[in-house]
């Protein structure tokens, strides 16, 4: 220990001004990976808990200070504080926020009290920014998780529409690369717009992108008219079985709207629809449908099914 301490030394704290006061030392874990990870402590009135020791978030009531700073730089100073009952709480966090250390020591400080304040910081695993999707990139910012989608030959195919996302150009939907969005253009004469119906099984936002990937503007279609309902009925010619549209309630549930949060003023419902609650927040054409196949039915939005797009 004696010389695990000694190694330490690099994340002490001055607590205090001068040579008097405190002087915190963080004790991680053997083993505990530090390379790019961001320290923090926080200061409480009162004593450790049970939480805390887990690496859960210092209450704001309690909260004195909260200090960070990335590992391998010099700590900022602690400062004074009055005499009392403190926890000095540390917390070791990644690039993507997630807690792989915490530890907390309950110290009683006296307006003339000096000595080491010793913070065993063991491994623990808290939640992180990684979604697992390998088609966004995530990053901490504070305590906020940020994301975006993958688009890293910048030729405006984003992923997963772009099988090859390293060659600029390629991965386009009409390429028909392996795990490329396959589509099917149609003009419907009818209506100033162009279907595009696209048969690989997909999520309703890999969908979405998938469509937003065509040229033109292209999005999820949302009939607005029973003409426009009965053009993209022609899905069922190409693949027999339910098919996306733009309808969805994600944001709020009972507020169907397009993809963007525009609400809807025409729709198409099935009998009884739509009736899965917030397990069921985006709509498709049904092949089954009770009266009219086709009408729209509410599904598990991680459903995999073909889509129809739309160029307005």
Not at 53 to 63: I, K, R
Not at 97 to 113: I, K, M, N
Not at 142 to 167: I, K, M, N, T
Request: glycine share 12%.
């Amino acid at each position: 220990m004696r010389l695990h301490r000694i190694i330490t030394m690099a994340s002490a704290l001055l607590l205090g001004c001068g040579e008097m006061g405190y002087r915190v030392v963080l004790l991680p874990a053997k083993g505990l990976s530090l390379e790019g990870a961001v320290w923090e402590l926080a200061i409480l009135r009162g004593e450790c808990t049970p939480d805390l020791e887990d690496g859960g978030s210092p209450a704001a009531p309690a909260l004195v200070r909260l200090l960070t700073w990335e590992h391998g730089t010099v700590g900022p100073e602690i400062g004074d504080l009055d005499p009392g009952r403190y926890a000095f709480y540390a917390r070791l966090r990644d690039a993507e926020c997630a807690v792989r250390g915490a530890g907390c020591a309950s110290v009683l400080a006296r307006a003339d009290g000096e000595g080491w304040i010793e913070v065993p910081v063991l491994e623990v695993e808290g939640p992180s920014c990684d979604d697992g999707d390998e088609c966004t990139v995530e990053w901490c910012e504070g305590d906020e998780c940020r994301s975006e989608v993958l688009d890293a030959d910048e030729d405006g195919v984003p992923c997963p529409a772009d099988c090859d996302d390293d060659d600029e150009g390629a991965g386009d939907v009409e390429d028909g690369c392996g795990g490329s969005v396959e589509c099917e253009p149609l003009w419907v004469p009818q209506g100033d717009f162009e279907l595009f119906f696209c048969t690989a099984p997909l999520s309703w936002s890999e969908a979405l992108r998938g469509c937003e990937s065509l040229a033109g503007g292209a999005s999820l279609a949302v009939p607005r008219t029973w003409d426009e309902q009965d053009e993209a009925l022609y899905a069922f010619d190409l693949v027999e079985g339910d098919w996306w549209i733009g309808a969805n309630d994600r944001d709020v549930e009972g507020l169907w709207t397009d993809p963007y949060g525009n609400e809807l003023w025409f729709e198409a419902w099935n009998k009884g629809s739509p009736d899965g609650g917030e397990g069921e927040n985006c709509a498709a054409l049904a092949l089954d449908a009770i009266v009219y196949p086709g009408d729209w039915e509410d599904r598990d939005c991680e459903d995999r099914l073909p889509a129809v797009c739309v160029v307005p």
